[in-house]
T-cell receptor, first 109, second 118 residues
């Protein structure tokens, strides 16, 4: 069974700092990998989707990379803002979605 | 993209009772999913609900405990039966968009139902 791990579990940074969230998975037979943002009472919002054949995807201040052979992905957030405070979930899509436990990010004004 | 609503948004229930959670989508979708997120844990798939067929349950989840209905292409319910404190979780429904209504490689999630069982 696919296992997805996210490190760190929690992160607190001052506003404006660049940061990296990490995700690792055990089975490289995936169709794609997604990064979601979870806000209390608002469900999950898809941030970036990387197909298994891709190496990275960018959207605004967010950049996600994928190294399928090593079972790793990173989410890079540039110039962090207080509005970025949320829980970030990594999910790998094989025959179903497998989620990590998330990284709780707090950006301090 | 699909817009999904869930009712109730939260509830506090007594052990031994049952709660039915509703999931409504603003467009017709084939695949709907129910997830559980226990405190401090990741999302775990409970079952897949396709209209017109029985729900498919993942290992560790059974129909008697989590009966699911899928009466049409825009609606589904999940019932948490004979609840115990261990059922305290966030329950989320999600949908796989129909081609032309969003990215078919992703899922769209409802806001979740926060359940506390005393």
């Amino acid at each position: 069974k696919q296992e997805v791990t996210q490190i760190p579990a929690a992160l607190s940074v001052p506003e404006g700092e660049n940061l990296v969230l990490n995700c690792s998975f055990t089975d490289s037979a995936i169709y794609n990998l997604q990064w979601f943002r979870q806000d209390p009472g608002k469900g999950l919002t898809s941030l970036l989707l990387i197909q298994s054949s891709q190496r990275e995807q960018t959207s605004g201040r967010l950049n996600a990379s994928l190294d399928k052979s090593s079972g790793r992905s990173t989410l890079y957030i540039a110039a962090s803002q207080p509005g970025d405070s949320a829980t970030y979930l990594c999910a790998v899509n094989g025959n179903q979605f497998y989620f990590g436990t998330g990284t709780s990010l707090t950006v301090i004004p | 993209s699909a817009v999904i609503s869930q009712k109730p948004s939260r509830d506090i229930c007594q052990r031994g009772t049952s709660l039915t959670i509703q999931c409504q989508v603003d467009s017709q979708v084939t695949m709907m999913f129910w997830y559980r997120q226990q405190p401090g844990q990741s999302l775990t798939l409970i079952a897949t609900a396709n209209q017109g067929s029985e729900a498919t349950y993942e290992s560790g989840f059974v129909i008697d405990k989590f009966p699911i209905s899928r009466p049409n292409l825009t609606f589904s319910t999940l019932t948490v039966s004979n609840m115990s404190p261990e059922d305290s979780s966030i329950y989320l429904c999600s949908v796989e968009p129909t081609r032309g209504q969003g990215n078919p490689d992703t899922q769209y999630f409802g806001p979740g139902t926060r359940l506390t069982v005393l």
